[in-house]
């Protein structure tokens, strides 16, 4: 018994020692811009919805660190102050039944999840909000395993996309699909595809949509205003086969004046319309295509 004030003491510096490291360690941390986006590919501002974003999920980090902090330790302190001493006998003092407890387990938690769904839909509406006369619109068609784009207001396409084969060798990006689109502009990708599942997904965008077969691109969308120049990667994030790893596509964006030029030279190449529904594959189309007119109003 003479030794034990000695030995809280011991244990309290180096408690008190560990919490001061990890503090430091936190705040020297934090200070990255890494650390700020939440560890998030590419930059704040990629586009005009990538703030938002990168604010609900750092957000939510914080408070769920926050949250794990009380939780952890009020378990902790519970766990070393109430633990059974050597001298104690019998049972400690039962709390089962403690209504205004029982009340407060159930009331925090539903607290939380409904305050991390006002801020999450309150987002997503944001995100998702159609705009009514975008400044571009691209028909986006997944394909086993590549890529087809075409900028419906100007009336062209770009080549037709070829499967990327990866073999380790350097030079592979610059034969990838490539989609063109103007910075500081409404974009509006209208995706669909022409024969199995796919996902829409541009790494540093932050968003992904799916894609099927067969329904009409009006309800599979994304709206978006690119806000930085750049070369961005993009690849299909649903499963579709042997080759899905390959299915691999880039996007630039890149000045007014560019972009006027590329679509000039597209259509010098002789690559106007759009590659239609005339180019899909999928066997079932016709009969996805009749159910979908039936169940539309």
């Known amino acids: 018994m003479v030794g034990a004030k000695p030995l809280k003491k011991h244990v309290r510096r180096r408690v008190t020692a560990l919490l001061t490291g990890l503090g430091v360690l936190a705040a020297l941390t934090s200070c990255s811009a890494e650390v700020q986006r939440g560890f998030l590919p ?60 029982e009340v407060f387990y159930l009331s925090v938690p539903l607290m939380i999840v409904g305050v991390l769904f006002i801020f999450t839909d309150r987002e997503q509406r944001a995100i998702d909000t159609r705009d009514p006369n975008p400044d571009v619109i691209i028909d986006v068609r997944g394909k086993q395993w590549s890529w087809d784009f075409g900028y419906v207001k100007e009336d062209v396409h770009e080549d037709p996309g070829v499967q990327a084969h990866l073999n380790g060798e350097f030079g592979t990006p610059d034969r990838l699909p ?116 039936r169940t539309e109003p």
């Open 42 to 101: 590419g930059e704040r501002d990629t586009t005009d919805n990538t703030p938002l974003i990168t604010d609900l999920w750092v957000n939510s980090w914080i408070a769920a660190v926050i949250i794990g902090i009380i939780t952890w330790g009020l378990m902790i302190w519970v766990i070393v102050a109430y633990r059974r001493r050597k001298n104690t006998v019998g049972f400690p003092v039962q709390m089962s039944y403690n209504l205004p407890l």
């Open 178 to 293: 490539t989609l063109y689109l103007p910075v500081g502009k409404t974009v509006e990708l209208q995706l669909n595809s022409r024969d199995v599942q796919h996902s829409f997904w541009v790494v540093q965008f932050m968003q992904k949509r799916d894609m099927y077969p067969g329904e009409n691109q009006y309800h599979r969308f994304i709206n978006l205003t690119p806000t930085r120049t750049g070369e961005f990667t993009g690849k299909c994030a649903e499963l579709c086969g042997e080759y899905h790893s390959e299915m691999l596509f880039r996007v630039r964006v890149v000045s007014q004046q560019e972009y006027d030029n590329h679509i000039a030279e597209l259509r010098a190449r002789g690559n106007t319309g759009i590659l239609g529904d005339e180019f899909d594959r999928n066997p079932a189309r016709p009969a996805l295509e009749e159910a979908q007119q």
